[in-house]
């Protein structure tokens, strides 16, 4: 089950439930409800993504050089020729480049800073960053570690990701989430209202999606 917020999940749950326990009475047989796992969603800290934000502009992106562009172009090639067009147009209109200038280096490098707009923005994936975002102030960065119209799950991300460009891209990353962290050491009242802000989104706290006492063990052998 999926949805925006863990509450709305619960409420899927329960007709779930509802869903087995009926088939079970029609077909004169006897069902066990288990809930081996579950995800929170990710509570929004507007403070923290301002610096993360700040960061990130002052830092700037993954410093990739004319091998990684080669690399990239391969790696484009590899997607089919639609969607290749099709993302690749978006992030060159993204970056402000004309389309012929942008596929001579595959990789989106621009910086976006920080938007408001987009606090409330849904983007669906599976961490366990949502549960951490319940109980102290997160916020999140992304950097360019793939190619444009590169999928999730696929061996191109996977491959992309482990060589030269994921890891500038995780060097980049590291030094914006320092400098955030150098901001945040240095003013410990935006650290405070990081928290105040985490308290009015999240008053009811941390909610555990996963029922206490559920042995986990037994249904994960």
Known sequence: MRAPKLTQCAEIL???KKIAQGAALMTETQVKISVSGGLSDMIPNQTLAEVLSESLVQQGGPDFTQQDYELAQSFLEAIPEPI???WVQ???DAAGEPLS???KHPLDRSVAPFDPALMNL???GSSDVGDVS???PT???TLTATVPGTSPHTWQFTAQVGTSLGGRASVAAAKVLGLACEKLFDDPALVQKAKEELARRCPEGYQCPIPEGMDYASVNP
Do not use: C, L, P, Y
Request: no cysteine.
């Open 14 to 16: 329960e007709r779930i």
């Open 84 to 86: 290749r067009k099709e």
């Open 90 to 92: 978006k992030a060159a």
């Open 101 to 103: 200038e942008f596929e």
């Open 122 to 124: 849904v983007v669906t």
């Open 134 to 136: 319940h109980i102290v």
């Open 139 to 141: 916020a999140q960065v």
